[in-house]
């Protein structure tokens, strides 16, 4: 009887289930769109989700974006405002439902939305979904709808203009809720789109779909306990002390509707691979898509997620503060049920960069203008998202800002998180990092070139000699190349003999630099503990092909040497190797290596101790089973590719022959 009684509820239960699905009707509006500069005649097809520039390109009329200059060739692109139309038929049964909304869970960024002639949404954030009820403006048959967007660059322009003589520091990017990298990075093009970037749709129903019911099914803990030292910074997953071991995450394209779910699988799988257990999503990017939380809880990676705000201050009207309240909500509730976001944190370095980067003196700040600001800061981020996100979320810990102190200060390295760029931005040596580790290291890195394949094809020849203007628009970090020769002078080639180098032996040296650097920080980092319980790389991945802190290739995720120096300092099974001997102190000799191809395998040899050998193949771009690697005389190793090649040509470095050239 019980039996039978179950299954008749069962049954009712999917019926219900079944009687609601029908009761409601999603209708993608995907297709048929076109696109066109405000105020010309000329109609071009368009691609959803999309952006104003991968449209230009799709249709032929501007060249690729990442190819040698011209990034600065279509800044033209960001000051023009830009129209989006498309029809889509609704049907009489769709009508009579009691409720229909357009649906816009991704809209970049200033944009008015006409149905049918009827201005129905006005959206000003490309962080929120924008839903409206169009029941009084649909109609059966062919409805017309139309965005137009404006100009998200001559918008911010105008709001820092109307609020002179106050600024805010450092870019007035901060009047608009886009994603800051679009306009621009020390790593990152400036392509400041505007776009439908996430796919729109009708929704009629007669009941509204319940919410999902938020359940978290382990006790998260950040535990920030004063002790002997300073401060203690750890994170606790049910009651046990992890060590974070990981990298930062921005996009990883400067065009977000290039980033399919392949790439995603890609990018997460190098995390993986490396030994990561961390993941920090960078507050000048996006709250990435479900699919890369769905991805991170698979593979037991952690995610630390910043709010979308990044080393600039912020205005303080009700206008700006109600917009951040609503995408604050909007996407912890989306994000939520991931188990993987174990921290939500208010921002990226402002903290830090209102008391420590200069702004009030560079920009002669009057003392007024110096308290509102922080003042508006400590409102938002001190008082008002902690509030907000503990309304929808109070299960996780929240911090307001990453860091809280400068790396140049004690603190940095005794309380909290720490962004220690002493190595790199302050010149410092790598041993510097001996005394200089803090108790959660969530950014540090150290800069290389991009493999010399995608140098490859991002120039032409005769591009391809050091500091071109061409490889000069492929590296937008301050005294980049400087510092980078700054580096190869202490730990490989005098400085004479650099600037005699071949692109491509450049290119090898600073990626055995940055493998240096990273493996023996890694090391560092991993031997205090438990004083030390994080190290986060600064950074994964690359949104266009640069010269950068990246220890991924933009193109197809090729790693660099740095992700294999990273994937074994990140193992459990075995203590990082640390070894501080400065290669260029090394007495090489030279190691005539050897090698043979068996199927996807290479095995190599050498006669005479070799370091950081390094094995190419033209045209792969994967990942092999392990890269520039000492080869000790007579030893023979093995290592492998992904795949079949049909008559590889391999081509093998390493460094005695590479310093041997000079």
């Given at each position: 009887?019980?039996?039978?009684?179950?299954?008749?509820?069962?049954?009712?239960?999917?019926?219900?289930?079944l009687?609601?699905?029908?009761?409601?009707?999603?209708?993608d509006?995907?297709?048929?769109?076109?696109?066109?500069?405000?105020?010309?005649?000329?109609?071009?097809?368009?691609?959803?989700?999309g952006?104003?520039?991968?449209?230009l390109?799709?249709?032929k009329t501007?060249p690729?974006?990442?190819?040698?200059?011209?990034?600065?060739?279509l800044?033209w692109?960001?000051?023009?405002?830009?129209?989006y139309?498309?029809?889509?038929?609704?049907?009489?049964a769709t009508?009579?439902k009691?409720?229909?909304?357009?649906?816009f869970d991704?809209?970049?960024?200033?944009?008015t939305?006409?149905?049918?002639?009827?201005?129905v949404?006005?959206a000003?954030?490309?962080f929120?979904q924008?839903?409206v009820?169009v029941?009084?403006?649909?109609k059966s048959?062919?409805?017309?709808?139309?965005?137009?967007?404006?100009?998200?660059?001559?918008v911010?322009d105008?709001?820092?203009?109307?609020?002179l003589?106050?600024?805010?520091?450092?870019?007035?990017r901060a009047y608009?809720?886009?994603?800051?990298?679009?306009?621009g990075?020390?790593?990152?093009?400036?392509?400041?789109?505007?776009g439908?970037?996430?796919?729109?749709?009708?929704e009629?129903?007669?009941?509204k779909?319940p919410?999902?019911?938020?359940?978290?099914?382990?006790?998260?803990?950040l535990?920030?306990?004063?002790?002997?030292?300073g401060?203690?910074?750890?994170f606790k997953?049910?009651?046990?002390?992890?060590y974070?071991?990981?990298?930062n995450?921005?996009?990883?394209?400067?065009?977000l509707?290039?980033?399919?779910?392949?790439e995603?699988?890609k990018?997460?799988?190098?995390?993986?691979?490396a030994?990561?257990?961390?993941?920090?999503v960078?507050?000048?990017?996006?709250y990435?898509?479900?699919?890369?939380?769905d991805?991170?809880?698979?593979n037991?990676?952690y995610?630390?997620?910043?709010?979308?705000?990044?080393?600039?201050?912020?205005?303080g009207?009700?206008?700006?503060?109600?917009?951040?309240?609503k995408?604050?909500?909007?996407q912890?509730?989306?994000l939520?049920?991931?188990?993987?976001?174990v921290?939500?944190c208010?921002?990226?370095e402002?903290?830090?960069?209102f008391k420590?980067?200069?702004?009030?003196?560079?920009m002669?700040?009057?003392k007024?203008?110096?308290?509102?600001?922080?003042k508006?800061?400590v409102?938002?981020f001190q008082?008002?998202i902690p509030k907000?996100?503990k309304?929808v979320d109070?299960?996780r810990?929240?911090?307001?800002?990453s860091?809280?102190?400068h790396?140049?200060?004690a603190?940095s390295?005794t309380?909290?998180?720490?962004?220690?760029w002493?190595?790199?931005?302050?010149l410092?040596?790598?041993?510097a990092?001996?005394?200089?580790?803090?108790?959660?290291?969530?950014e540090y890195?150290?800069?290389?070139?991009?493999?010399?394949?995608?140098?490859e094809?991002?120039?032409?020849?005769?591009?391809?000699?050091?500091?071109?203007?061409?490889?000069?628009?492929h590296q937008?970090?301050?005294?980049g190349f400087m510092?980078?020769?700054?580096?190869?002078?202490?730990y490989?080639i005098k400085s004479e003999?650099?600037k005699?180098?071949s692109v491509e032996?450049?290119t090898?040296?600073?990626?055995?630099?940055q493998?240096?650097?990273?493996?023996?920080?890694?090391g560092?980092?991993?031997?205090?503990a438990?004083?030390?319980?994080?190290?986060?790389?600064?950074?994964?991945?690359?949104?266009?092909p640069?010269?950068?802190?990246s220890?991924?290739?933009?193109?197809?995720?090729q790693?660099?040497?740095?992700?294999?120096?990273m994937?074994?300092?990140?193992?459990?099974?075995?203590t990082?190797?640390?070894?501080?001997?400065?290669?260029i102190?090394?007495?090489?000799e030279?190691?005539?290596?050897?090698?043979?191809?068996?199927g996807?395998k290479?095995i190599l040899k050498a006669?005479?101790?070799?370091?950081?050998?390094?094995?190419?193949i033209?045209?792969y771009t994967?990942?092999?089973?392990?890269?520039y690697?000492?080869l000790?005389?007579?030893?023979?190793k093995?290592?492998?590719?992904?795949?079949?090649?049909?008559?590889p040509v391999?081509?093998v470095f390493?460094?005695?022959?590479v310093?041997?050239?000079y």
């Open positions: 009887m019980k039996l039978k009684k179950s299954f008749y509820w069962l049954v009712c239960f999917c019926l219900a289930n009687s609601f699905v029908a009761n409601a009707q999603n209708i509006l995907k297709e048929g769109w076109q696109f066109r500069e405000v105020k010309t005649d000329k109609w071009f097809a368009a691609t959803i989700p952006e104003i520039h991968t449209d390109l799709n249709n501007i690729d974006p990442f190819y040698r200059d011209n990034e600065k060739k800044q692109i960001e000051k023009k405002d830009w129209e139309k498309t029809t889509f038929q609704v049907t009489a009508l009579k009691k409720n229909t909304e357009l649906v991704g809209l970049d960024t200033y944009a939305v006409y149905l049918n002639n009827q201005l949404l006005k000003d954030n490309m929120r924008w839903r009820d029941k009084k403006s649909i048959g062919n409805n017309d709808l139309v965005i137009v967007f404006k100009s998200a660059q001559n911010v105008s709001l820092a203009k109307k609020d003589p106050f600024v805010i520091p450092d870019n007035p608009v809720r886009k994603a800051q990298y679009h306009f990075w020390d790593w990152g093009p400036k392509f400041t789109t505007c439908i970037w996430k796919t729109p749709r009708l009629a129903y007669d009941k779909t919410e999902k019911s938020y359940v978290l099914d382990r006790k998260i803990e535990v920030q306990q004063p002790d002997s030292l401060k203690s910074f750890y997953i049910d009651g046990k002390p992890v974070m071991k990981g990298a995450y921005i996009p990883s394209d400067a065009f509707s290039k980033v399919t779910k392949k995603y699988e990018v997460i799988a190098l995390a993986k691979d030994n990561m257990n961390m993941l920090r960078w507050g000048g990017g996006i990435e898509d479900d699919y890369f939380y991805l991170c809880d698979k037991g990676i995610v630390w997620q910043d709010f979308m705000f990044a080393g600039t201050m912020v205005p009207d009700d206008a700006f503060f109600d917009n951040v309240k995408e604050v909500q909007y912890v509730k989306r939520r049920h991931h188990k993987s976001i921290l939500w208010g921002n990226n402002i903290d830090e960069a420590d980067w200069g702004w009030q003196k560079s002669k700040m009057p007024q203008d110096s308290i509102r600001l922080w508006d800061y409102r938002l008082d008002s907000w996100v309304e109070d299960k810990p929240y911090i307001s800002s860091p809280l102190f790396w140049s200060k603190k390295i309380e909290g998180d720490s962004h220690y002493g190595t790199w931005w302050g410092e040596d790598v041993e990092v001996q005394k200089k580790t803090g108790r959660f290291v969530s890195g150290m800069q290389a070139m991009p493999n010399y394949s995608s140098i094809t991002f120039t032409l020849p005769e591009d391809r000699y050091l500091y071109s203007d061409i490889l000069e628009a937008k970090a301050g005294k510092k980078l020769d700054s580096y190869l002078n202490r490989f003999k650099i005699k180098m032996d450049y090898y040296l600073t990626q055995c630099l493998y240096y650097s990273l493996k023996n920080i890694i560092i980092h991993r031997s205090k438990p004083y030390n319980m994080g190290t986060l790389v600064w950074q994964l991945n690359d949104c266009w640069v010269a950068s802190w220890v991924t290739d933009y193109y197809d995720r790693p660099k040497a740095a992700w294999y120096a994937k074994e300092a990140y193992r459990d099974d075995k990082p190797e640390i070894d501080l001997t400065r290669p102190d090394l007495k090489l030279d190691p005539k290596i050897t090698w043979e191809i068996k996807n290479v006669s005479k101790n070799a370091k950081y050998v390094y094995v190419s033209k045209g994967g990942k092999w089973s392990d890269n690697i000492d000790k005389a007579g030893e023979e093995i290592i492998s590719f992904e795949g079949k090649i049909e008559k391999l081509k390493s460094l005695y022959e310093l041997n050239r």
